[in-house]
Structures are given as structure tokens and as C-alpha cells.
């Protein structure tokens, strides 16, 4: 299985939009603590092809994407049940679209504060229906 660092990507999106001075960032309050995103594992036979993050004004945010033969609905129980493994609480029904599938969740992070967050997995084009976007969105308390 291969695993990725979400906390890694908002990092390297970082460095990638020309933020040069990375531990003035990571000492921000709004940055998200190395232990709050579990490491995730990509489903069996993906191929990924894209990625990063980013953030700023209190939002952080990775997305990944990827090429695969699962339905919309099963690879978003597949990162799913990982956020909630990890402790992560689902707080609202799921958002269905016709491309797109999102879950509202809270991670309590050690120091007391909750984070509110989204995980989003979108279809990327009708014409490529094996291309998908995985999206974690988290908000500073």
C-alpha cells in the first residue's frame, strides 16, 4: 500500500507557491500540527497523477489525484473510514453531487481545540470517468 502524508502535500504546496521562509509558516498558529491528518492510504491500483496544497486565512488544504476503476462512492468510504479510524468524527450527511461526494468532519487535536473539516472526492470530467480529485479542506478553531 502506498501512504501519503497530507500534512506533507500542504507543505510542498507551500514551497511550490513560493513560500520561502517554511518554518516562519510552520509556526503559525493556523498551521495544521504534524499529528492532526492521518497519513492515508491510496486504494489498491491507482495510479496517481497530480496533487498539492496549500492555505491561508485560518484554511489548509491537500488534494490528490488519481486514475482508477472505483465508483465515486467507494473510494470516499475508502478515505473515510480511515479519517474515522484515526479518531476524526463525521458531523453532518454526506453532500452528493452529480460528480462529486463530500463529509463534514470534526478532529480534536491535543491542545483542546476542534477542527472542522471536509473531505470532498470528485469525478473529474464525464469524458475521463476514471479521473478523481480527493480534497481535504481544514479550518482553524
Known amino acids: 500500500m502506498v501512504r501519503y502524508s497530507l500534512s506533507l502535500l500542504v507543505l510542498a504546496g ?36 497530480g496533487g498539492g496544497g496549500g492555505g491561508g486565512d485560518g484554511l489548509q488544504l491537500a488534494s490528490f489525484n488519481f486514475n482508477s476503476a472505483l465508483g465515486l462512492e467507494t473510494i470516499h468510504n475508502h478515505f473515510a473510514e480511515q479519517l474515522q479510524e484515526s479518531g476524526w468524527e463525521a458531523i453532518a450527511d454526506p453532500e452528493t453531487g452529480e460528480n462529486s461526494l463530500a463529509t463534514f468532519w470534526e478532529v480534536f487535536e491535543f491542545s483542546g481545540k476542534t477542527w472542522a473539516a471536509k473531505l470532498q472526492v470528485n469525478q473529474l470530467t464525464q469524458e475521463s470517468p476514471y479521473e478523481y480529485k480527493v480534497t481535504l479542506a481544514l479550518v482553524n478553531p
Do not use: H, R
Open 14 to 49: 507551500l514551497l511550490l507557491s513560493g513560500c520561502a521562509q517554511v518554518q516562519e509558516v510552520l509556526s503559525q498558529p493556523d498551521f495544521i500540527p504534524d499529528n492532526l491528518i492521518p497519513d492515508l492510504e491510496l486504494p489498491e491500483g491507482v495510479s496517481l497523477f
